[in-house]
T-cell receptor, first 115, second 113 residues
Framework: DTEVTQTPKHLVMGMTNKKSLKCEQHMGHRAMYWYKQKAKKPPELMFVYSYEKLSINESVPSRFSPECPNSSLLNLHLHALQPEDSALYLC??????????????FGPGTRLTVT | KQEVTQIPAALSVPEGENLVLNCSFTDSAIYNLQWFRQDPGKGLTSLLLIQSSQREQTSGRLNASLDKSSGRSTLYIAASQPGDSATYLCAARYPGGGNKLTFGTGTQLKVEL
């Protein structure tokens, strides 16, 4: 099973709301990622978790707060977002950081609209 | 600076044609290169991963090649079908980057009946 699941599929939120995106994998992967993708652009890395610890933060604004409560789950907490944060948010996982043949598997994404 | 480019940005071909998608990278010290497919509004599907020591990888009608010396990778699709219509992205991984992928800008492929 090479499936990464994400919920919800779609989310509309106001600028004062707090919401969370959820990502889950059961492949035993120990690296998990959040990406942001705007229309007609490639994905941009936001965060990397390795063995449930934050490994990389690509200078993402603090209104995005990641959390990795266990090896299978990755959350992205959203607060006080701006309309320009509207995008497709993709979660990915891979076996572990540093492995030469490490292949990233992506979930279907959450389409976020900030009004 | 590590950059990955894909040309053309869009490609339209008749069904049944064999085609090649191109991916160029500026830094040849890559760890591996991964090809993805993305349908509109969907996530990325991994097609092939080719390690820096390999020259080719094949999966069904797909064949990916890697030439580090020239900074190029190609994705060959044989006997194209309308279901192959999607955006194809290549992504390079470099040593020491914490598994960060540097994505190309993508080629939007349309296979017409």
């Amino acid at each position: 099973d090479t499936e990464v699941t994400q919920t919800p599929k779609h989310l509309v939120m106001g600028m004062t709301n707090k919401k969370s995106l959820k990502c889950e994998q059961h492949m035993g992967h120990r690296a998990m990622y959040w990406y942001k993708q705007k229309a007609k652009k490639p994905p941009e890395l936001m965060f990397v978790y390795s063995y449930e610890k934050l490994s990389i933060n690509e200078s993402v604004p603090s209104r995005f707060s990641p959390e990795c409560p266990n090896s299978s789950l990755l959350n992205l907490h959203l607060h006080a977002l701006q309309p320009e944060d509207s995008a497709l948010y993709l979660c990915a996982s891979s076996q572990r950081i540093g492995l030469a043949l490490d292949e990233q598997y992506f979930g279907p994404g959450t389409r976020l609209t900030v009004t | 600076k590590q950059e990955v480019t894909q040309i053309p940005a869009a490609l339209s071909v008749p069904e049944g044609e064999n085609l090649v998608l191109n991916c160029s990278f500026t830094d040849s010290a890559i760890y591996n290169l991964q090809w993805f497919r993305q349908d509109p509004g969907k996530g990325l599907t991994s097609l092939l991963l080719i390690q820096s020591s390999q020259r080719e990888q094949t999966s069904g009608r797909l064949n990916a090649s890697l030439d580090k010396s020239s900074g190029r990778s190609t994705l060959y699709i044989a006997a194209s079908q309308p279901g192959d219509s999607a955006t194809y992205l290549c992504a390079a991984r470099y040593p020491g980057g914490g598994n960060k992928l540097t994505f190309g800008t993508g080629t939007q492929l349309k296979v017409e009946l």
